[in-house]
């Protein structure tokens, strides 16, 4: 008897529901078919973040959780200047001549940020290393809450451009930086620079990352430049001070650390920066070796090469098909001890034959200090051999007068 009531009630129901379907379908077809977009394709709606947050919210929050752990960094540095005696050898001789050596005294800043909780801090290497042989006589980190401390040089190295101070017994130190792992980055992600640039404290740029691998030769306060390899490329823009201060991501991890920016009329928000994982491997080698001011490791034969164009063997008077010519050579280098002198070719190394300036630079670099090669140099119309002690690649090499004449990179 209730199988026989409720079996009528569930198809009634059934009934009316597909009839409401049927008539909710045609509402909308004809309600809101006119909002829909190209071939009847429903108008596209803006992203909301899954997590209900903001890229911007994850930007300030980003910078609020790790900017106590950068410091700016101050140096007083002792040194000697030259003034010329005659300003006529300023003005048409670029300072050559006749000069006054008297001593100076200067202030240099850059930025740096805690890594550990033994007081370390990481910067460029270029922040602590005074320009034409100056002393530092006194160091200090200046942290973000107002605090002074004094500081020390644990290490550094000039050709990774990564040094390491430290403060000792400071018992407000904030919790250290992480480093990410710069190998997982995507070009385009959120990046952020914070640093002291102009001894502004606590400024934060935004932008993105815009390269990987950059090889740069980047000019110093010395004269001369140093070749980096592997840089990261930004758009977030690093000024002066900004040096060894860090570039994170939208979580708060360092992806890098600050270091140059190219200078330029025609370039802008090209700023370039150490990758996290380049200064994870140099701070170890330079926990391990306190004191250090480690170089390249690199083979250094102590020459400016140029490829042979029709331009270059007319004007030294070379008629062969393969090698390279030798530009430049440094006084007390490895080449000239061993008497190859400008305008020369070398053919071969090692018995085989080089045809490009690459080529030859990287097989000469695959040396190691102290390592012989021989060369097979073609020397005003004479051939001769070559055998040559390689010494070390130095960090900051001379200009060449080419290189002079080029746009150049800034290390802020």
């Known amino acids: 008897m209730m199988n026989s009531r409720v079996l009528p009630t569930l198809i009634i129901g059934l009934v009316g529901a597909v009839i409401g379907s049927f008539l909710m379908m045609l509402y909308a077809t004809s309600h809101f078919g006119g909002i829909t977009g190209p071939n009847r394709t429903p108008p596209a709606a803006a992203a909301v973040p899954l997590s209900g947050v903001s890229d911007q919210d994850r930007i300030v929050n980003a910078v609020r959780r790790t900017k106590s752990a950068v ?23 670029g300072g050559q001549g006749p000069g006054i050596v008297q001593p100076y005294r200067g202030e240099a800043s850059g930025s740096g940020f805690v890594i550990d909780s033994q007081g370390t801090i990481v910067t460029n290497a270029h922040v602590v290393q005074p320009p034409n042989g100056a002393r530092v006589t006194k160091l200090t980190v200046v942290f973000a809450n107002g605090d002074h401390v004094p500081a020390h040089v644990v290490a550094y190295n000039v050709a990774a451009d990564v040094g390491l101070l430290r403060v000792d017994h400071y018992g407000k130190l904030p919790p250290p930086l992480e480093l990410a792992d710069s190998s997982k980055l995507q070009q385009g992600q959120w990046a952020i620079a914070i640093g002291e ?5 606590q400024t934060v740029t935004v932008g993105v990352v815009s390269a990987f691998n950059r090889p740069e030769r980047i000019p110093t306060e010395n004269g001369g430049e140093i070749d980096f390899k592997g840089l990261l490329q930004t758009s977030a823009p690093i000024n002066p001070g900004n040096s060894g201060g860090p570039l994170i991501d939208i979580d708060g991890q360092v992806i890098g650390m600050n270091q140059s920016t190219v200078k330029s009329a025609y370039a802008q928000g090209i700023g370039f920066a150490i990758p996290s994982n380049t200064v994870r491997t140099a701070v170890a080698a330079l926990e391990r070796n306190p ?48 008497g190859i002198q400008p305008g020369d070719v070398i053919i071969k190394a090692d018995g085989k034959t080089y045809g490009s300036v690459k080529a030859l630079h990287d097989y000469i670099s695959s040396k190691k200090p102290g390592d012989t090669i021989r060369l097979d140099v073609w020397s005003q119309g004479v051939k001769k051999l070559a055998a040559v002690k390689l010494s070390e690649t130095p960090a900051e090499q001379p200009l060449s007068v080419q290189q002079q004449q080029q746009p150049q990179d800034e290390q802020p």
């Open 71 to 93: 410091v700016a960094i101050t140096e007083q540095v002792n040194g000697q200047e030259v003034i010329p005696a005659d300003p006529f050898f300023q003005q048409f001789f």
């Open 197 to 201: 640039p102009l001894q502004l404290q």
């Open 291 to 338: 004191g250090a001011h480690q170089g390249t490791d690199t083979g250094f034969l102590g020459i400016y090469m140029a490829n042979l164009t029709a331009g270059v063997k007319n004007q030294i008077g070379y008629n062969g098909d393969s090698g390279v010519a030798v530009q430049q050579v440094f006084s007390g280098s490895p080449a000239d001890q061993a």
